[in-house]
């Protein structure tokens, strides 16, 4: 098992920039596949992007294609999410999951952070 706690959530305006941060407690960081999901208000948690522990493979909501960066420091036991050209239907609150026994894009891991609120004006 590992804690998670997001990080970097705000307000922003259209077309801005963010970069959320999950820091994860464990030593077995570096074996965990790393997934974001958010939930808007009155709607249900969707997938953002996933990230397999080795980094081979990515997998990237279409909505979110070309403008938002899965990355990961194993050293710092941090996944990042940076997420560019923001806008208005990005607004939610944004979990952290982590995994080391699924990989995917379905709400199937066992560890999850607490959330970030992210808040895009238009």
């Known amino acids: 098992q590992v804690q998670l706690v997001e990080s970097g959530g705000g307000l922003v305006q259209a077309g801005g920039s963010l970069r959320l941060s999950c820091a994860a407690s464990?030593?077995?960081?570096?074996?965990?596949?790393m997934g974001w999901f958010r939930q808007a208000p009155g709607k249900e948690r969707e997938f953002v992007v996933a990230m397999h522990w080795s980094g081979s493979s990515l997998d990237y909501a279409d909505s979110v294609k070309g403008r938002f960066t899965i990355s990961r420091d194993n050293a710092k036991n941090t996944v990042y999410l940076q997420m560019n050209s923001l806008k208005a239907e990005d607004t939610a609150v944004y979990y952290c999951a982590a995994s080391d026994r699924y990989y995917g894009i379905g709400p199937y891991y066992e560890n999850w952070g607490q959330g970030t609120q992210v808040t895009v004006s238009s």
């Open positions: 464990g030593r077995t960081f570096r074996t965990y596949a």
